[in-house]
């Protein structure tokens, strides 16, 4: 029975016609693939485009202390790290020094606020958080100014959708490590 199946299948495959067949669906296959492939890249080109490039760029972020959206008994953190995070106040604590209301423990001594640890003279950091904490520095406010209006076209979508001082400085130290850019 398997031997009858095999000889069929060849001569079958034999045949110009299934041989034709088989082409003209691999190459509908091939022109689709292609064209939705191209489709994608145009939408993401267009996404990153800004409508006007001589206006300036309408950013939404107030440098106000306390611009946040935040209940005053809770606090935003940046959540990701292994064993630092940074509170939307500026302090950096170890993650076991994290309150449940999300916010740094202040009363331990390891507890910084502004920290700017491991950051060299040049700005750049090692460490995400302490690139937070130092770009949420109150004296930072000019320089943020000055790095949002430079900021590449492919990013200004990213930035124009922060909200508030926290949000620019995850942001920016996800895209830098440099604070004093």
Not at 34 to 40: D, I, L, P, S
Not at 108 to 128: F, I, N, R
Not at 154 to 178: G, I, P, W, Y
Request: charged share 20%.
């Amino acid at each position: 029975m398997v031997n009858l199946a095999a000889m069929v299948w060849r001569r079958l495959l034999r045949k110009r016609w299934v041989l034709a067949l088989v082409f003209g669906l691999s190459l509908v296959y091939f022109l689709s693939s292609t064209f939705k492939q191209e489709e994608r890249a145009v939408r993401d080109r267009n996404l990153l485009q800004v409508q006007d490039h001589d206006q300036p760029i309408p950013w939404k972020v107030q440098f106000n202390l306390g611009n946040s959206s935040r209940l005053s008994n809770q606090c935003r953190n940046s959540i990701q790290g292994k064993h630092l995070i940074t509170d939307e106040l500026g302090y950096v604590c170890e993650r076991k020094d994290l309150l449940t209301n999300g916010c740094c423990d202040v009363s331990v001594p390891s507890t910084k606020q502004y920290c700017c640890d491991g950051c060299l003279a040049s700005g750049c950091c090692g460490a995400y958080e302490h690139c937070v904490s130092c770009c949420l520095q109150p004296s930072k406010q000019l320089l943020l100014e000055r790095f949002l209006n430079r900021a590449a076209v492919a990013f200004q979508n990213l930035f124009m959708a922060v909200e508030d001082h926290f949000e620019l400085c995850l942001a920016k130290c996800r895209t830098s490590s440099q604070v004093g850019s």
